[in-house]
């Protein structure tokens, strides 16, 4: 599995967690919940606020809150959209 979303860092392991380019076809590079017909679904989103919007999703998989922040805060600034 050596795929991510370059928003929010999703292992893209399946066609149908991949976002769509203005055309309709898939995108290897974002996830279906960032992106969207050639565009992010929320332009405005800062890398503050999409680190807050993973952390539940991370909880929800047995990580503790510290260690999602941590994890988000060191790999989410390398990724395509945040990455300056």
Request: charge should be neutral; charged fraction near 25%; aromatic fraction near 8%.
């Amino acid at each position: 599995m050596d795929k991510f979303c370059q928003s929010c860092g999703m292992p893209l392991n399946g066609q149908d967690l991949l976002g769509s380019e203005a055309n309709g076809t898939k995108t290897e590079k974002y996830c279906m919940y960032c992106y969207q017909d050639g565009q992010f679904k929320q332009p405005d989103l800062t890398l503050a606020d999409m680190i807050e919007h993973c952390v539940p999703h991370l909880k929800e998989n047995g990580m503790t809150e510290a260690a999602a922040r941590k994890l988000l805060r060191e790999h989410l600034p390398k990724l395509k959209r945040w990455h300056n």
